[in-house]
Every structure is written in C-alpha cells, then in structure tokens.
C-alpha cells in the first residue's frame, strides 16, 4: 500500500511557474515508477509526465514539451513537477500516481495508487 498527497498547486499568471510535490508514503517508493496525470473540467484525465523506477522520465503530452519536467528524489519519497511558462490551458487538478513496475508508463490503468489531487488555476 502507498499513499501519495500531492501539494504546490494554486493560482499563478499565464506564464509563471508552480513547482508540484508528491509525497510518498507505505512500500518502498523507489519500487515504484511515478506519473503525474491532469484533467480539466469536462475533459479525460491524461497523463503529463512520467519516470521510471530509475529516473528515466518523458512528458506524455506535447503541449507540455519543454515546459514542464518530471523529477524524483528517492530518499525523500517525493516526486515533483516543475512547471514553467504556465498556459491557461494547463488549468486541471493534477494527480500523482504509482505503478509497481520498472519502466514508465503513460497509462492511467497501468497506476496502482493515486493521491487526491491539487488544484492548479492559471489566469489570463
């Protein structure tokens, strides 16, 4: 069993930065391949970002690209995201979520734990 609480979402301008962290407690977080996912109002949730048990990561989604990056630090049990250049359209509530797998994933059902989300508001 995991629990992740995720923190640092808010409101922030278009083009500023949030930096999103995920703590991580319960199994042993370096087991775990880490994804944070987003959905917007009336919209699927989708995945951001992604990292591998051994820190390889990718974003999942263009708009993204060059923008946001996925990081982890193992002995803290956190996983972050750093958002920059912050667009109105990344307005969602952002998840964290766990797989017990070695590889990255940008596959919702491929997640074992979820945390409630945070919300992340970006005004015009």
């Known amino acids: 069993q995991v629990h992740l609480v995720e923190s640092g979402g808010g409101l922030v301008q278009a083009g500023g930065s949030l930096r999103l962290s995920c703590a991580a407690s319960?199994?042993?977080?370096?087991?775990?391949?880490m994804g944070w996912f987003r959905q917007a109002p009336g919209k699927e949730r989708e995945c951001v970002a992604a990292?591998?048990?051994?820190?390889?990561?990718?974003n999942c989604v263009h708009s993204v690209k060059g923008r946001f990056t996925i990081s982890r630090d193992n002995p803290k049990n956190t996983v972050y995201l750093q958002m920059n250049s912050l667009k109105t359209e990344d307005t969602a509530v952002y998840y964290c979520?766990?797989?017990?797998?070695?590889?990255?994933?940008?596959?919702?059902?491929?997640?074992?734990?979820w945390g409630q989300g945070t919300q992340v508001t970006v005004s015009s």
């Open positions: 319960g199994r042993a977080f370096s087991s775990y391949a």
């Open positions: 990292i591998s048990r051994g820190g390889g990561s990718t």
């Open positions: 979520a766990a797989a017990l797998r070695v590889r990255l994933t940008n596959t919702a059902y491929e997640y074992n734990y």
